[in-house]
């Protein structure tokens, strides 16, 4: 039972880890106008050169994307660590 908690755990460390790295690099480019590789794939196979221009909706996902990663990433690994402590107990 321990074992199951302490790798549940651990995934809830790397995970918050993973999600305010990403925040914080997020946060950093939020002016860069960026596609995914997804979509990068879909206009080499159609043979387009140029993505569709950003709307009002893409710029402001890439305001409130980093900051919601930064949220919850730190939380998730305030709330691993609090049951990593209350496995100590």
Do not use: C
Not at 21 to 41: K, P
Not at 66 to 79: A, H, K, R, S
């Amino acid at each position: 039972m321990d074992g199951e908690i302490i790798l549940k755990t651990s995934g809830l460390l790397v995970f918050g880890m993973l999600f305010t790295w990403m925040g914080v690099d997020g946060w950093r480019h939020r002016r860069e106008e960026r596609i995914s590789l997804l979509e990068a794939a879909a206009l080499k196979a159609t043979g387009d050169e140029e993505p569709l221009p950003f709307n009002r909706w893409d710029r402001a996902m890439a305001y409130v994307q980093p900051v919601l990663l930064l949220i919850f990433g730190p939380l998730m690994i305030l709330g691993g660590v609090a049951v990593l402590s209350l496995l100590g107990e």
